[in-house]
């Protein structure tokens, strides 16, 4: 088959790969019908050495079920399913205390920029749906893979809710979809950050109210200004830079969240009294998506939300690099690629 | 009056100053009958640059009312009271959202090792007692003013409920203090990580379950060795130190809490993948105890729990110099003062 390969910073290349094969007794084979390219892919994209091997990418994917293992229940041949980005077998302790990415056999999708993926823990990770693969809801329905179930998370743990006013950092995918989330969860004011006119335009149709394109110092004032000095009760932050960092804790309110579901690039941070003076909460993580995609997908499947609006380019598996360089050059909010 | 001024690191004094009076409507005057040394006013014992003018010292007091504002409700001429560290005036919006060390009209206390002190906001900030000057409670209720207080925010920020495991870093009055909140939320597991005997005797005495004495990489690997690799649901941190921090990324449960309530002595720390991989949540911050005292009350008044063990020493207000100093030796965990 062929898949997806970096050899470092700006050099990905199609290659013919063996088709992958059941290892496992609770494997799944997937033959993928629409997967795409990730905001976090652009991180190893710009930064990764080179090197004669390559690895292997892409974690987002739906697609029609091909082989199963003996052991898992719940899903047959020629289902078309959903997998979350991460796999988990959705029982362990750690799922069940909903940190599904922390699964006890669980672990990180990395090669679904391909035209089929081995799925481990199949049972726990991939979800059927109820449309054909011709269906003109597949872009929405793959965002529940991680973009919108990512934003969604960093909604759910800053505790976004009708009395909750909203800062989100960022107009990438997850950002809007993070906008998309707390207006579902029924924030009544949404301020979004982002510099990207098209984008943040999305973002006001997606619930945003206010768009501040000031960042930094000045981004943070303008917030300030915003909110009658205070900042917002949740902060969503879907960068993962330090300065996102830094801005956000500029413009929470005391006693608020700052949400985090960039995977941050630092290692180190403020955390001193700007955190803990005003009794400030910092979350956030790797989504556990496999634990919102049945609470998200009603209103996907009738139409009352349009997360796949998110994709503004799609291409075939040949496209993938000029997918890969759209988004890197910010051509592309996100790339949608059909195998 | 006589009250205790800090002039630098390792030299307070009891001074002669003139007596507080009311200063706004709102103002109550209390003649304080308990205060004591706290663990923070170590910090500036320790590093206070040598000062000619001087730093008053004190924020948790119990006494009785000599003298009100004329907009202070609630309150008569002569009830004992506790005051919570920081006062506030308990109805602004903040105060509603349980963070009442943010009041838009509020402030800490820094003059209650001392006679008498001028309590701002009184009808929000000072809660009557129904017990006697000479009541051996008194201990106990003063310990509602701060260190009980905030090592309940730390359990309750935290979450920590009969399903979470704990463990609290720290054997000051404030970890002491926690252990007995966290068994109090009906914690089953709490282990205490702190290396003087006496005072993990008295934790365990409260509920500790474990005591860890070792430190660093070697305290991390024994609780987790406890836990069968996997930390506990919640840390309370109550130390302050960057390196306790550390500690407390090291135990902490995938999908857990670390809670902190020791006034960080650092601006930077770890927050990348080692905080956000597992989607552990960093919260705590100055306790907002007023929105406690209501709630601890009662077990404390039928002895249920008894806080006020952690003092083991007691001076008048000519010995608090000398209280500090033992403090400090860590001869003395908590030191109480009989102005």
Redesign the interface.
């Given at each position: 088959m062929r898949t997806t390969v970096m050899y470092g910073a700006g050099d990905v290349r199609v290659e013919e790969v063996p088709d992958p094969v059941l290892e496992a007794p609770t494997d799944a084979i997937v033959r993928v019908v629409r997967t795409c390219v990730c905001g976090s892919d652009l991180h190893p994209y710009r930064t990764m050495p080179a090197s004669g091997q390559g690895t292997r990418m892409g974690h987002e994917f739906l697609g029609v079920v091909e082989d199963l293992g003996p052991a898992v229940a719940g899903l047959n041949r020629g289902d078309l399913v959903v997998a979350s980005f991460a796999y988990q077998d959705n029982t362990c302790d750690?799922c069940r205390?909903?940190?599904q990415?922390?699964c006890r056999h669980g672990g990180f999708f990395n090669t679904a920029q391909a035209e089929f993926v081995r799925v481990p823990q199949a049972a726990g990770t991939l979800v059927p749906l109820p449309v054909g693969e011709d269906s003109p809801l597949l872009p929405s329905l793959l965002t529940l893979a991680d973009v919108y179930g990512t934003g969604y998370h960093a909604a759910k743990?800053a505790k976004v809710d009708p009395r909750t006013t909203v800062t989100v950092i960022g107009d990438g995918a997850v950002g809007l979809l993070a906008v998309l989330s707390a207006r579902q969860l029924g924030a009544e004011r949404i301020i979004l950050m982002g510099r990207h006119k098209s984008r943040t335009k999305l973002g006001v149709e997606f619930g945003a109210t206010d768009v501040v394109a000031e960042r930094g110092e000045e981004g943070v004032a303008r917030v300030r200004e915003l909110t009658g000095g205070d900042g917002t009760h949740a902060v969503l932050e879907a960068v993962g830079y330090r300065a996102a960092?830094e801005q956000a804790l500029g413009v929470v309110r005391?006693?608020g969240v700052i949400s985090?579901v960039g995977?941050?690039q630092?290692?180190?941070?403020?955390?001193?009294?700007?955190?803990?003076?005003?009794?400030?909460?910092?979350?956030?993580?790797?989504a556990?998506v496999r634990a919102y995609i049945d609470e998200l997908l009603p209103a996907v499947l009738d139409g009352t939300v349009e997360p796949g609006r998110v994709f503004d380019r799609t291409v075939g598996l040949d496209g993938v690099p000029d997918g890969y360089r759209a988004m890197d050059r910010r051509e592309a909010l996100k790339v949608l690629v059909r195998p």
């Open positions: 750690f205390e909903g940190v990415t922390s743990r960092y005391a006693g985090r995977v941050p630092y290692d180190d941070g403020p955390i001193g009294w700007g955190l803990f003076g005003g009794n400030v909460t910092l979350t956030g993580g790797p556990p």
